[in-house]
């Protein structure tokens, strides 16, 4: 009861504040990995390799029920979201002294390397169309089909929008993010 799931439109977390609780939907979820770290008696840890969408806190009760005992989180730590992983963590002290000596910047990662989307530079017309909403041609030397989004970037590699491919081998801006109309 205690997520962002909703139910007529009402996230359960807001029905489980009031005292409410309604019937779930069961849901197919996808468990890569599910390993015992560490067993004691009156706790256990486990590492789950999940696919997006998968509650740990409800696949915990589950296992809980199933075994016969009953079973809650006392600690939830993710290890890893989409391309991130615990290397990619930083203290509040090096990003302070990141901040300090003017380097931060070089800690962002490029969206390009975030979304895994391919990637289109635009010439300088390119660009302004992008900006201004209007749509580009792929040329050759980008490889995509009919529906696939690809990344625009101007000459700096700015982000400029997300395109998509339609069948008239056109690609038109979905979400035009950076810069003023040109």
């Known amino acids: 009861m205690y997520s962002a799931v909703k139910k007529d439109g009402v996230p359960l977390h807001r029905l489980a504040r009031k005292g409410e609780e309604v019937e779930r939907e069961p849901k197919r979820v996808r468990i890569h990995r599910l390993e015992l770290a560490r067993y004691e008696e009156t706790e256990s840890e486990l590492v789950v ?3 997006p969408g998968t509650y740990v806190r409800v696949l915990a009760s ?3 029920a199933r075994l016969g005992c009953g079973a809650h989180l006392r600690c939830l730590r993710r290890l890893r979201s ?3 992983d615990t290397s990619h963590l930083l203290t509040a002290e090096q990003l302070g002294k990141d901040a300090e000596e003017g380097v931060i910047e070089s800690r962002l990662i ?4 975030v979304m895994g989307l391919p990637v289109l530079t635009l010439s300088e ?3 302004r169309r992008v900006l201004n909403g209007g749509d580009v041609s792929p040329g050759a030397r980008l490889r995509v089909s009919p529906g696939d989004r690809v990344l625009l970037v101007d000459a700096a590699e700015r982000l400029l929008a997300i395109g998509e491919l339609r069948p008239d081998r056109r690609l038109w ?5 950076g810069g003023e109309s040109r």
């Open 49 to 51: 390799d999940c696919a």
């Open 62 to 64: 589950d296992l809980g």
């Open 82 to 84: 989409g391309p991130f």
């Open 110 to 113: 490029p969206p390009a390397e």
């Open 125 to 127: 017309d390119g660009t």
């Open 173 to 177: 801006p979905l979400r035009v993010f």
